[in-house]
């Protein structure tokens, strides 16, 4: 169905030069639009795991505490990762309004290799935990900790296998104003995945290691 | 699209080009230096908020408020520089959305925690 779609003479509403592509279709427009609606319901799935996570942080029955847990070295360079992988994906819609295609893959390319180095951070600190007395079913304050930082990591991963479809998309179609809004929803996406790791930096892991 | 009352309607690429020589002039996302400037605030904050948990130079109630408010400027420097929040078509019904959602996200995290600071020393 997308396919034909892609074939189909725009249906140009906004026709205005200054609207970026991604905008240049009504339904390119709705489905932004819609996107920022399921931002706004994922925002309430993570306010509910910290809701959580903050209540039962105490509660560690005699297991493990976050201050005995938390690596500073190992937090802060999932931090830095995601950031800089933030601001390569915003480089990437860049280079796509700049009409450069290759510019656009290339900084694509780059933030997928980010978020797998750490996803591959977030997987050897889950197996550090679990290896040395700190499983999933050890404490309240575990559970609450994989659920929520681990949602998180989900949310990641389905991001890097969303941005290789599209960039497989590109790679066949080019830069269209479909493909054009794919990216730039792509990049909602991972910024939003940003915003809620700073959160869980500041309310997990800073706050962890403050004591 | 007045300037070319006989172009082929919307060939994507020739579209995407088109866009580009127009936004040589007056781009619509911003100079690189817009991505730039965003990357080395949100850097900033970070460590700011590391060295201020580290150092502990105030108390940890201080800190934590201060840390939040860090964490809350984030927020605005990835809508801005980095989600084009002012760019979307108007009525921004996005905002509204999303204004929302963050109601909501408040609102469920300080009851929550109201409603169990009633549980005193009890384990749960």
């Given at each position: 169905m997308t396919i034909a779609h892609d074939r189909l003479p725009a249906r140009e509403t906004r026709a205005d030069r200054d609207t970026p592509l991604e905008y240049s279709l009504e339904e390119g427009a709705l489905r932004i639009f819609g996107f920022w609606l399921f931002l706004a319901t994922d925002l309430v799935l993570f306010a509910c795991l910290f809701a959580t996570y903050v209540i039962l942080r105490d509660n560690t029955a005699g297991?493990?505490?976050?201050?005995?847990?938390?690596?500073?070295?190992?937090?802060?360079?999932e931090t830095l990762?995601?950031?800089?992988?933030?601001?390569?994906?915003?480089?990437?819609?860049?280079?796509?309004?700049?009409?450069?295609?290759?510019?656009?893959?290339?900084?694509?390319?780059?933030?997928?290799?980010?978020?797998?180095?750490?996803?591959?951070?977030?997987?050897?600190?889950?197996?550090?935990?679990?290896?040395?007395?700190?499983?999933l079913q050890r404490s309240a304050f575990l559970?609450?900790?994989?659920?929520?930082?681990?949602t998180h990591g989900c949310h990641v991963s389905l991001g890097i296998l969303w941005m290789l479809s599209i960039l497989y998309q590109l790679a066949r179609r080019g830069v269209t104003a479909i493909t054009a809004r794919k990216v730039f929803i792509v990049g909602?996406?991972?910024?939003?995945?940003?915003?809620?790791?700073?959160?869980?930096f500041s309310?997990?892991?800073?706050n962890g290691v403050m004591g | 699209m007045s300037q070319h009352p006989d172009r082929p309607s919307d060939h994507a690429s020739s579209h995407a080009a088109?866009?580009?020589?127009?936004?040589?002039?007056?781009?619509?996302?911003?100079?690189?230096?817009?991505?730039?400037?965003?990357f080395v605030i949100s850097i900033a904050l970070t460590l700011g908020a590391l060295w201020l948990a580290l150092a502990r130079q105030f108390s940890t109630e201080a800190l934590l408020t201060v840390i939040l408010i860090l964490a809350i400027l984030q927020i605005g420097v990835q809508m801005f520089f980095f989600m084009h929040v002012t760019e979307s078509p108007r009525p921004q019904f996005n905002l509204w959305i999303l204004g929302l959602g963050?109601?909501?996200?408040?609102?469920?995290?300080?009851?929550?925690?109201?409603?169990?600071?009633?549980?005193g020393a009890l384990g749960y």
């Open positions: 297991g493990p505490t976050e201050m005995q847990l938390f690596d500073v070295p190992t937090f802060t360079a990762i995601l950031l800089t992988s933030s601001f390569t994906g915003g480089l990437g819609t860049y280079a796509m309004h700049q009409g450069s295609k290759r510019g656009l893959i290339a900084w694509m390319i780059v933030t997928v290799l980010l978020g797998l180095s750490f996803i591959g951070l977030e997987v050897r600190e889950f197996a550090a935990y679990a290896t040395h007395g700190a499983p559970s609450a900790f994989f659920t929520l930082v681990g909602l996406y991972w910024h939003f995945l940003d915003i809620v790791w700073v959160f869980i309310v997990v892991y800073l | 088109d866009r580009a020589s127009s936004h040589a002039s007056n781009p619509p996302s911003g100079s690189p230096w817009m991505y730039i400037a965003g963050m109601f909501f996200t408040f609102v469920v995290i300080a009851s929550s925690i109201w409603i169990m600071s009633f549980g």
